[in-house]
């Protein structure tokens, strides 16, 4: 999913060596069906129980940290956690600043929606989550690019005017469109981004880099990650 947080100062800024048992699982908790608050405030979704048998396979034990998308990698950075499990593509900006493991989720499309046929997404006003590829790429065109600090607000705009479309994930808006009663609908064309979907880790933390690498490679071997995916994202989805 999402863009571009690079400046000289988080470079300048290591965490510590990954040295402990217990690894602190930093998502966002609001891009369903990724990671998301359910009804009892825990979080939840694809990337909570992805990241659950990680820390299983990989003998660790998880604790999960939410925090805003717009200070996700500082916060990483600064070591208020110790990973990002939160939709986030494999970008080389972000690269400068912090490291990925391998990806769990292959690179996928992101889709424009609109609250009607002929919306303008190429030169009309486009709403995008801060921060994301998604935002990075219609800061590049001829739209006027509306920005927003949660996902759920870039669709708002949609709802009421505020934005002729909104940009996203694919697999985040299929079932937002889906329940929307025919209000909301796919415009235009299926746009690839990113390097597909990884944990970022601080660039020193090389051992939990490669104790995750390891994990997702058994996963993906034994096709209990696809499975994951097929259940949280459907049958049509991009498997391994």
């Known amino acids: 999913m999402k863009l571009i947080l690079t ?67 500082p916060n990483l950075v600064s070591g208020n956690y110790d990973t990002i499990i939160a939709g986030m593509s494999i970008t080389d900006e972000r690269d400068e600043v912090i490291d990925f493991t391998q990806d769990y989720f292959p690179p996928t499309a992101s889709a424009y929606v609109g609250a009607s046929e002929d919306a303008d997404w190429e030169a009309g006003v486009v709403a995008a989550q801060t921060a994301t590829i998604q ?41 937002i469109v889906d329940a929307s009663g025919g209000e909301l609908m ?25 104790a995750f690498d390891t994990a997702i490679t058994s996963m993906k071997e034994d096709g209990t990650l696809n499975e994951l995916l097929i259940k949280w994202f459907g049958e049509e989805t991009t498997t391994y």
């Open 7 to 73: 400046t000289a100062a988080l470079a300048l800024v290591a965490g510590t060596a990954f040295a402990q048992d217990t690894v602190r699982m930093g998502t966002e908790g609001a891009y369903p069906p990724y990671n998301f608050l359910n009804d009892n405030g825990e979080v939840d979704g694809f990337e909570i129980e992805l990241g659950n048998e990680l820390c299983a396979r990989a003998e660790l034990t998880c604790e999960w940290v939410t925090n805003d998308w717009d200070s996700i990698i």
């Open 135 to 175: 935002a990075g790429h219609v800061s590049e065109g001829d739209a006027d690019l509306i920005e927003f600090a949660t996902p759920e607000e870039t669709v708002a705009a949609v709802r009421n005017g505020e934005a002729d479309a909104v940009f996203a994930d694919k697999d985040y808006l299929v079932p």
């Open 186 to 210: 796919f415009i235009g064309d299926d746009i690839p981004l990113g390097g597909g979907i990884g944990l970022g880790l601080r660039e020193s933390d090389t051992e939990l880099k490669e």
